[in-house]
């Protein structure tokens, strides 16, 4: 048994760890797990241990009613309706029905919870196709299939090559060597290349069979269910003896089995409380900018309508007593009641009548618009990837307009923006550079590798004078260059179909490797102390006798090795910047190379410096033996091998440099210039190392060599600068640190306009949650210092948040901010800091399960539908197929449903008021009665048909612009982040030409018939004539207003005028008819008024008139705004087509700055499982048959070379 997994050496530790984790699971004792319980809520209890059922939909069928309606009550509208209609239920007030009322009210919740059903079946359905996946669950001494959702903690499950991982498993044992397994995390951390998790020393040899299996009774304790990915603190107590468990004994969910056949492991946490599930975030129910905007706005006009109402209210209690009881005609049911009384009824009654100033069709059309855009965004080829036949998908129906109005952007790297795919591009041999894709202008012709058998086809290289050389090994220094790359790694390989296949810890390795092998350097095998590849036909195997493995520090990693002809020799191969200092003095072709880097820096090639050196036998005999000892030291062991490493690899031969393509997805770049045209900052935030995100960052173009890169240590500097100053964090802003530090010595970074910064997860962990954990170990001081003194909490929680405050301010000053090692819970956090800080729209974008809390925490998430899974997309409010789509949704999509929605709107609040306030006008004539001024035919349909269809096409299909020009000139998009088409002066000025025009429409008709007659004689001054022309000039008028908003006609939109004018005259005319009349006078009062008014020239000049007065200003006012006014939504000006043809500039930026970087994995390589010769026997593993047990034969053991 290891020492270090015993008892013994650790006893301290363990009741350190007993004490603090409280977790504790009994293999094989489901039913232990399923009886304890844990106080949830004051008295009520829940299990301590979550089934493995997941939910991430919203609503079940008992919970679907009460939480829909909550939800749509929560707008403020429904509210109103709500009360309108119980208002109608009183006969005292009432002035129509109760139904007129309850059944749009119960239409618009019906299609909003239509709609939101259909949003949340796609989530019941994913849930279903996780929960029913299969998995083998151990059953007395056999497995037997199961669905995830039943795994209970404690129990045994088997999973096989390719499958996900359930739960969180702790490892028993494999079918690999030494019971290893491999595992694929790219559903967790968006990495592709494989990682490895190995078993217990304990458990591999004692727990490997059927009745091994069954027999297991250890007990783990272990941490409380968290978020973090990357460490597990726990023990297994087990027939006597304790062994520390740590995160490589864990198989976390999201995980897939790779190259192990089998493997056997205990649940830990299931469900809601494995590690990827605690990371996913709670689902918030996300509300546009615009519909809480449009919240306060109906607020606002309930409050007109309030005041409105009293007014009206009041004069119609001064009218009851100064004039009604002098008309012993009006007789009414209320007039044995006093004024006041009467006053208080007419308010109410007033407030049934003008519900209209809020019409429940506004609600209605709003979600129409919502879905039609979403089908817009579904339907829109240009966003459609035929490789994988993936459209775009608006998965949520309501957030259209709010893509529109993004400012910032968060992004995942891997599989966003990159495909995670390494290609060999160039390389430098001997000073000269070969692969070069253009020849004298024109495309250079593809080097054929058909010559190799080993060749797997895939590699795309375009220098045929290198495969010239190495085929007739004139220089031998090509020879060297790749029989390097072939034996200098850590990668395992095995045969699959006659075809060789790579592992690797990195995918960048693996890209050399394969490389080499196309060029007829042919890795094929490996044993303990050997390694065999084939030299361009011809197999040779060489000892390896120390591989001087990757790290982080490092940057590079060596191998000793000893051919046929006991020559041995050095290969090493790292950053450039490291390998330099190690190299000979008199090393040719230095500056060659180095020039050679600077050029694969300008195509932003991940470069790498390859060298070796001949190793005497007598020097390397006395360095291997304090090697060995070194290995074996108990103390200080890895500072004894670093400087062994550091004493042999010096005086290094150069042979040449590699630059890789890390792969970006197609049209990254253009995409990120593009939409940082249109003021949008883009935030990365990545797991991978500092190295890597900023080389990436480069490629794609977030950084330029302009750019003056700051990391977090420079926002301390910063703070501190204005700590000296004495300057309070308090009302922090932009323009307040840079005047406090201007005066401040050496204005480092705020002097810098164009700058990006680099901040760690580290950093964040530092500084944001510094005060949380200063809580937590100084918890009863705290209690003691807040009983003395209660301020205490609170001022340090606003010292927290000023500070907070600042580093936001600070960091948004920088054109493009980089955070690099972060965790999905600090990737969330970086998002939730601008929200809280910066009143802006943000978007989150990822493919992975570990941006899932991201996407739920930003405005709006966008999933990338990529090789890493689905969690993003099934938790994203958009998906898309690559991140080059973005630019199309947000520029073009989001743009238009942006401006068709405040047209809307605005439009919309308009014709309400002018239709609304006449009534108001009219009360000054009518006694404050609350008799209508409008037929009651003509306020049924007025919002149905009469003005519905030309506003609905408004919103749907209204462009300023072409898609074209939209992507073209970019600054359009800035609209939408100022709000600058709709806010509250937006609505004052609706209100206002609303009221303007129904004072028009409503007085130009009274004066013009008071006291007249027409030409046939008849009375024009009734209130029928009044009625009809009145209701006539809104009619035409509101429809003349949408007109001049339409910026792109269309078929549609002049039918729909048509269609609006011809149903008013129609339904007009019918209404009114004398034989609806004499079938039901009460209901159709107006008999013949429409026809009698239409033969008469003054009603049409009236009308005529009342429009001209209308419209003229109207029409002024936007002339004199499209010449004089801002460009927000005109067209397009000389300096944008300046800008539109300037964007190619930056594409030619010339760099100086080389950016190795070599591992990709965040781990280290697979040198100590070579080396040790763990990763290189195979033992016999539990059969499955029933009732068979199977017990592993020693002299069975065999070598397994893994071709």
Request: net charge neutral; charged share 20%; proline share 2%.
């Amino acid at each position: 048994m290891n020492c270090s997994e015993s008892s013994d050496s650790n006893s301290t530790e363990t009741h350190q760890l007993t004490d603090d984790h409280t977790w504790e699971v009994k293999a094989n004792n489901s039913d232990y797990h399923t009886q304890i319980k844990e106080r949830a809520f004051h008295c009520f209890k829940k299990r301590k241990y979550a089934d493995n059922k997941i939910k991430t939909s919203k609503y079940n069928i008992i919970t679907f009613l009460p939480r829909n309606l909550f939800e749509q009550f929560q707008r403020v509208a429904n509210l109103y309706f709500l009360l309108i209609c119980i208002l109608q239920t009183i006969p005292a007030i009432s002035t129509l029905p109760w139904y007129t009322t309850m059944i749009p009210l119960t239409f618009v919740l019906a299609v909003t919870a239509v709609k939101d059903i259909y949003d949340d079946i796609a989530r019941h359905k994913s849930d279903r196709e996780i929960n029913n996946r299969p998995c083998d669950v151990l059953v007395g001494k056999s497995f037997k299939s199961a669905k995830w959702k039943e795994l209970q903690v404690g129990d045994v499950v088997c999973l096989k090559k390719d499958e996900f991982v359930p739960a969180d498993l702790f490892l028993l044992s494999s079918s690999e060597p030494n019971s290893l397994c491999y595992v694929e995390t790219a559903e967790i951390d968006g990495e592709t290349n494989l990682k490895y998790r190995q078993a217990l020393s304990a458990t591999h040899t004692k727990v490997n069979t059927l009745d091994q299996l069954a027999k297991f009774d250890g007990r783990i304790m272990c941490e409380r269910p968290n978020s973090d990915l990357h460490s597990f603190t726990g023990t297994l107590y087990w027939q006597n003896q304790e062994y520390s468990l740590d995160n490589e004994k864990i198989l976390l969910r999201g995980c897939r089995i790779r190259n192990t056949e089998k493997c056997y492991a205990v649940v830990i946490f299931a469900g809601v409380d494995t590690k990827i599930m605690r990371n996913s975030g709670r689902y918030t129910l996300k509300k546009t900018r615009i519909e809480r905007l449009m919240n306060r706005v109906v607020l606002l006009v309930l409050l007109i309508l309030g005041s409105v109402s009293f007014l009206l209210a009041v004069g119609s209690a001064v009218w009851e007593k100064d004039v009604g009881k002098k008309a012993p005609y009006l007789v009414t049911s209320l007039e044995n009641f006093s004024p006041g009384y009467r006053g208080f009824l007419s308010f109410w009654g007033h407030i049934i009548i003008m519900n209209s100033i809020l019409p429940m069709s506004l609600y209605v059309t709003f979600e129409l618009l919502h879905v039609a855009q979403s089908f817009f965004i579904n339907w829109d080829m240009n966003m459609y990837y035929e490789e994988r036949d993936t459209p775009a998908n608006a998965r949520t129906t309501t957030l259209n307009e709010e893509l529109g109005q993004i400012k910032y952007i968060f992004s995942d790297k891997t599989g966003t923006l990159t495909q995670n795919v390494m290609a060999f591009k160039k390389c430098c041999i001997g000073g000269q550079i070969y692969g070069n894709q253009y020849d004298d202008g024109k495309i250079a012709k593809m080097v054929d590798l058909s010559w190799n058998t080993f060749a797997d086809g895939r590699l795309k290289f375009y220098d045929w004078s290198l495969l010239e050389l190495i085929r007739s090994g004139d220089n031998p220094g090509v020879h060297e260059f790749f029989k390097l790359l072939a034996l200098c790694h850590t990668v395992m390989v095995e045969e699959k179909q006659g075809q060789l296949t790579y592992q690797a810890a990195s995918p960048d390795e693996e890209a050399l490797v394969t490389a080499a092998r196309n060029f007829g350097f042919a890795f094929l095998s490996r044993t303990q102390d050997t390694i065999t590849i084939s030299e361009l036909g011809v197999q040779r195997t060489y000892t390896v006798l120390a591989i001087l493995d990757f790290s982080s520090s490092r940057k590079r990693m060596s191998v000793l090795l000893k051919d046929s002809e006991g020559k041995i020799k050095l290969y090493s191969k790292g950053a450039d910047a490291v390998i330099y200092e190690r190299l000979h003095p008199d090393c040719p072709h230095k500056e060659s190379t180095q020039m050679a880097l600077d050029y694969f820096a300008t195509e932003t090639l991940r470069t790498l410096c390859l060298a070796s050196k001949d190793v005497e036998e007598n020097y390397f005999s006395n360095w291997s033996q304090r090697y060995q000892k070194a290995t074996v030291a108990l103390q200080n062991r890895g500072r004894l091998l670093e400087v062994l490493y550091e004493e042999i690899e010096t005086d290094l031969v150069l042979i040449g440099a590699t630059a890789i393509e890390d792969k970006l997805q197609v049209r990254v770049p253009e995409t990120i210039q593009n939409l940082k045209a249109a003021d949008i900052k883009i935030w990365v935030l990545t797991g991978d190392k500092k190295e890597t995100a900023v080389n990436i960052g480069y490629s794609c173009k977030l950084l330029s060599d302009q750019m003056e890169l700051f990391e977090g240590n420079d926002i301390n500097v910063t703070l501190e600068k204005l700590q000296r100053n004495n300057y309070q964090y308090k009302d922090v802003n932009a323009a307040g640190i840079s005047e406090a530090i201007r005066s401040s010595e050496e204005p480092d970074f705020l002097s810098c306009n164009n700058k990006a910064l680099i901040i760690t997860g580290s950093f964040l962990d530092k500084y944001v949650k510094r005060s949380k954990r200063y809580k937590s170990k100084n918890q009863s001081w705290w209690k003691l210092r807040t009983v003395i003194n209660p301020e205490v909490r609170e001022a340090a929680r606003c010292e927290m948040e000023e500070r907070e405050r600042a580093f936001v301010e600070l960091a948004c000053q920088c054109q493009a901010v980089i955070c690099c090692r972060v965790t999905p819970k600090q990737k969330a956090l970086v998002v939730q800091l601008v929200k809280k800080y910066k009143s802006a729209i943000t978007l989150a974008i990822g493919d992975g399960a570990n941006d899932v809390n991201m996407l739920k925490t930003a405005h709006i998430g966008v999933g990338i539908s990529g090789q890493e899974g689905m969690q993003a997309v099934l938790s994203s409010d958009y998906s898309l197929a690559q991140f080059c789509y973005l630019e199309r949704l947000l520029l073009v999509h989001g743009r238009w449903a942006y401006l068709r929605i405040c047209k809307f709107l605005r439009y919309f609040l308009y014709k309400t008021f002018a239709f609304s306030f006449v009534q108001v006008w009219f009360g000054f004539y009518n006694g404050f009665s609350g008799q209508t001024v409008f037929e009651q035919w003509c306020i049924t349909f007025y919002k149905v048909f009469y003005s519905w269809l030309p506003v609905l096409t408004l919103g749907v299909l209204d462009k300023d612009m072409s898609d074209t020009l939209s992507i073209k000139y970019p600054k359009r998009y800035k609209i939408g982040q100022r709000n600058e088409l709709f806010n509250y002066k937006i609505f004052s000025i609706a209100l206002l030409h609303g009221l303007l025009s129904s004072i028009v429409l409503f007085f130009i008709p009274y004066g013009a018939f008071l006291e007249n007659v027409g030409q046939n004689g008849i009375t024009l001054s009734d209130y029928q004539f009044l009625s009809m022309a009145v209701g006539t000039a809104v009619v035409l008028t509101v429809n003349i207003e949408v007109m001049l908003e339409i910026s792109s006609w269309t078929v549609l939109s002049v039918l729909s005028v048509i269609i609006s004018v011809g149903l008013y005259f129609c339904i007009t005319l019918l209404t009114q008819s004398p034989l609806l009349t004499r079938l039901k006078p009460d209901v159709f009062q107006f008999n013949g008024a429409a026809l009698n008014s239409f033969k008469q020239p003054l009603f049409w000049l009236t009308i005529l008139l009342a429009i001209a007065i209308n419209i003229i200003p109207s029409v002024t006012i936007r002339l004199l705004l499209r010449i004089f006014g801002s460009k927000a939504a005109g067209s397009a000006t000389y300096e944008d087509d300046q800008m539109a043809d300037d964007k190619t500039i930056h594409f030619t930026r010339q760099s100086t700055r080389r950016r190795s970087s070599y591992a990709f994995s965040q781990n280290k390589g697979y040198a100590d499982l070579i080396t040790s010769g763990t990763s290189l026997q195979k033992k016999i593993v539990a059969s499955e048959a029933s009732g068979v047990q199977t017990v592993p034969n020693r002299e069975e053991v065999v070598s397994d070379e893994r071709l």
